[in-house]
């Protein structure tokens, strides 16, 4: 049997093991064993002790909490059903093949779970890969969708910035073959109007195409097979400065120097449709037939987001480059540039809050046939976005209410609880939202006093002599008014005083 001194010399065990890095399978024994002489602890009576905590990376959220998530939520809605998106779902895992190949160095980050069945399984890693298998397997070659769902990355976690293991995505893809730029550009609106209307404070959304990217790869001269590794060094852009990015391409990736200062020419450029015509004109870049599509396509881009009015917010940036494989053509990313909050002292800094991107090889990829579907797409930051709202209500004091009760059944007397029971249930029927404390007699002054702390705004008061007059009295809680109102007419009178707030 297992003692304390022993499970304690097995933990310090394991935590050598994994400081010096040692081999995962020798780590995983070790780990089992202390596991087991837990377990075995643990049958002593009172002397194994719970420790009562969420999983790493992952939090509980309170209905002060919910509330404001549900606000967020509710406003992306909204906007994708306004661009007339459909909703589908899709399960949480997916078979481990689906997932493999398609995230590049992200894949490390992929939550693989145990053999169930003869089926190798991972949990999703995000909404996009999962559609994409969806699209082939349906065979569906068109269609407008949202998807809003928890994804997971096995991924260390900076619960502060908004980054966790498990988290929701906000995603609307457009799949179909359709004119170019057109479906891109409304990805881009959408995005604008989610985050004027959250009011986040102000944001950029940068812009680039991977065309322009492996176009100026080539040119740069880097050699076919590290042009995603250099991408996704040059992904790091918006966290380092170029001079780390640098020596990261040329001391950790074998990038040649020269190359790598070439590149460093073209990832620093950033503007609009002036910048396009200058690329466009640029010796080297207009001799690369992608590079050239791309450019061609961006200017077209730029011209729809024109007449949507919203190049004000837009940057096309040379140095996004987004790390994920299966981004074809135009990429985009939202960042907030500053955190105005009165109240803190150190503004909340939580870096991209939506991105997303054209990926046209992706259904390809799962077809038996090859047939490709284009899809461009989008996804919303949720976390990232509820960090901010949740630090500015917390700075703010401001009073979230939890609950969406209209009005609460009361009585100044005893005896009247079956009135009261009577009276929530036609309510209930009418599609009121009402309570009723849960006691036989409750005082009016706590019944009242109920009201104040949880927001309810209106009190139907029921009474002997109001049951004898037919009549029930309405009592607004904010101004404390009192009104008479006729049983047959309160369920419109609430709704008529409820829909004014």
Same mark, same amino acid.
């Given at each position: ?18 400081? #010096? ?213 040059? #992904? ?266």
């Amino acid at each position: 049997m297992a003692d304390e001194a022993a499970v304690r010399a097995q933990a310090e065990a394991v935590r050598r093991l994994k400081q #010096d890095k040692a081999d995962p399978d020798e780590i995983a024994k070790e780990v089992a064993k202390l596991l087991e002489m837990k377990a075995q602890l643990g049958g002593d009576e009172g002397k194994h002790k719970f420790v009562l905590k969420t999983p790493k990376g992952t939090r509980d959220y309170s209905p002060k909490q919910m509330a404001i998530r549900e606000r967020v939520f509710n406003a992306i809605i909204t906007c994708f059903k306004r661009h007339g998106a459909e909703v589908i779902d899709t399960p949480v895992f997916e078979l481990k093949e689906t997932l493999t190949g398609k995230y590049g160095e992200d894949s490390k980050l992929i939550y693989d779970l145990k053999d169930q069945g003869g089926e190798l399984l991972s949990l999703r890693y995000d909404l996009t890969v999962p559609f994409a298998r969806y699209l082939a397997m349906n065979k569906i070659t068109s269609i407008k969708r949202y998807h809003i769902a928890k994804v997971y990355r096995r991924d260390n976690p900076a619960m502060t910035r908004g980054r966790y293991r498990e988290f929701y995505q906000c995603d609307f893809d457009i799949a179909g073959q359709f004119d170019p730029m057109i479906p891109d550009a409304e990805c881009l609106k959408i995005v604008h109007e989610i985050l004027s209307d959250l009011q986040l404070g102000d944001f950029l959304i940068k812009v680039n195409d991977r065309r322009i990217l492996d176009g100026m790869f080539a040119v740069c001269g880097v050699p076919d097979s590290k042009f995603r590794t250099i991408c996704s060094s040059v #992904d790091k852009l918006d966290k380092m400065p170029w001079e780390e990015v640098r020596s990261e391409m040329v001391g950790e990736k074998g990038l040649s120097p020269e190359v790598a200062d070439h590149i460093g020419e073209y990832v620093q450029l950033h503007g609009g449709l002036d910048l396009i015509e200058r690329l466009l004109q640029d010796p080297k870049l207009s001799q690369n037939k992608l590079a050239k599509e791309g450019l061609g396509d961006m200017k077209l881009l730029f011209e729809y987001l024109t007449l949507f009015g919203i190049t004000g917010k837009i940057s096309f940036d040379l140095s996004l480059a987004r790390g994920l494989d299966y981004y074809t053509g135009v990429i985009f990313e939202a960042v907030l540039l500053q955190q105005e909050n009165d109240h803190v002292e150190e503004p909340v800094s939580v870096g991209s809050v939506a991105g997303g991107g054209r990926y046209d090889g992706l259904v390809g990829m799962f077809d038996p046939k090859g047939r490709k579907v284009p899809c461009v797409g989008v996804s919303i930051g949720i976390e990232r976005i509820f960090s901010i709202l949740e630090q500015r209500v917390e700075a703010s004091e401001e009073k979230i209410r939890t609950r969406e009760t209209q009005v609460l059944v009361a009585s100044a007397q005893k005896k009247l609880l079956e009135e009261r029971l009577k009276l929530i249930s036609e309510l209930w029927d009418a599609g009121i939202k009402a309570e009723v404390l849960y006691k036989k007699n409750p005082k009016l002054l706590n019944q009242l006093q109920y009201c104040e702390e949880t927001g309810i705004p209106l009190v139907a008061i029921v009474g002997e002599q109001e049951l004898k007059d037919g009549v029930i009295k309405l009592r607004v809680v904010a101004t404390r008014e009192e009104v008479n109102v006729r049983r047959e007419s309160l369920v419109e009178e609430i709704r008529m005083r409820t829909s004014r707030r």
